[in-house]
């Protein structure tokens, strides 16, 4: 299963991703933390579409992070719900330990939407393109929770969000 530390850097990637474009009104600049030797470098990824953005970090992670200890990678995206669509941050999380990428889904509601930026409940955790039932994610959420009460700017707006 995936390891503590990669855990809170999740949290962590998510609250700053989240912090980015709580008040504004623009597209998130795709952005990936990477850890080495507990020390963490925030890489941006700008393109003319946000899809090429997210493809041009993706590569650049694929290519770059062999000796990485983990990372994270974070994007904005929408999701079809019951026919509407939602507003998703998605989170790559993957260290040396894991096959492939764990997701962590988190839906939210735009500044741009009703002047007030709002956090929809849990964020879905998705291993190996299943989505994880309640057990598994009352395991790892409390790690995930942790990481982003580490963020300093996120952390005291996190319940007014309606965070979870």
């Known amino acids: ?23 504004v009104d623009e597209l998130l600049c795709p952005l990936a933390l990477v850890e ?4 963490r470098e925030l890489l941006r990824f700008e393109a003319d579409t946000q899809e090429e953005a997210i493809s041009a970090g993706k590569e650049h992670l694929r290519a770059n992070v062999v000796d990485a200890d983990r990372w994270a990678f974070a994007r ?13 941050m998605a989170v790559d999380l993957m260290d040396k330990t894991l096959p492939k990428p764990i997701e962590l889904i988190q839906m939210y509601e735009p500044f ?29 959420l409390p790690k995930i929770r ?8 996120v952390a005291p707006l996190w319940s007014g969000w309606g965070g979870w």
């Not at 855990?7 to 474009?21: D, V």
């Not at 942790?146 to 700017?153: F, L, R, S």
Request: net charge negative; no cysteine.
């Open 1 to 23: 299963m995936i390891s503590d530390p990669t855990l809170l850097l999740g949290g962590f990637t998510l609250a700053h991703a989240l912090g980015s474009i709580a008040d």
């Open 146 to 153: 942790e990481g982003v009460q580490e963020h300093g700017i």
């Open 36 to 39: 080495r030797h507990g020390k």
């Open 112 to 140: 741009a939407k009703r002047g007030r930026f709002r956090v929809i409940g849990e964020p879905t955790i998705v291993i190996d393109t299943v989505t994880q039932d309640r057990d598994v994610m009352d395991q790892l």
């Open 76 to 88: 904005e995206g929408l999701l079809n719900l019951d026919g509407s669509k939602v507003d998703v």
